[in-house]
């Protein structure tokens, strides 16, 4: 009789242990989700900034190369045309990086959405209650500047 007393006890305890686990991992989650989607805003203004510096350095780029077409013999024009050149090539590369940032981070966001929806389906297991997501839902838009 002690011994299907332990047992018992043992496998309640078992339970609320993993119970617990789960809502531990809930937290962590719920943490990371917060961290980034605070560097939303900054990482959409740095990509936004990054893109304008690097349309305008492709039409400096686009002046000086019709500068150099007109005059091809100018050494003044061909140094212009090359740094112009070297400068949009340059800020199209950060523009590039920028919005691959911005993209993995939806990504991260979308996935601790995804692992916390998951944690809270096994939990509700435990406490029999009903699933309700505890974080909202944000749906990431698709960058349209890739179009």
Known sequence: MA??????????????????????KISEYQLQLGKLQNTIPQKTNDK????LKAQQSADANA????????NPQDKTDAR????????????????RK?????????????????KI??????????????????TPTVVVQPDSSHI
């Open 3 to 24: 011994g299907l007393l332990f047992f018992g006890l043992t496998g309640s305890a078992q339970v609320n242990t993993d119970s617990l686990t789960i809502v531990a």
């Open 98 to 114: 920028a919005t691959g940032k911005l993209d993995d981070t939806n990504k991260k966001i979308l996935d601790l959405q995804n």
């Open 117 to 134: 929806a998951d944690q809270q389906m096994k939990l509700s297991k435990f406490t029999h209650l009903p699933y309700v997501p505890a």
């Open 48 to 51: 936004q900034i990054d893109s």
């Open 80 to 95: 212009q045309a090359d740094n112009a050149a070297s400068t949009a090539k340059g800020d199209s590369k950060t523009a």
């Open 63 to 70: 002046r000086a190369a019709n500068s150099l077409s007109a």
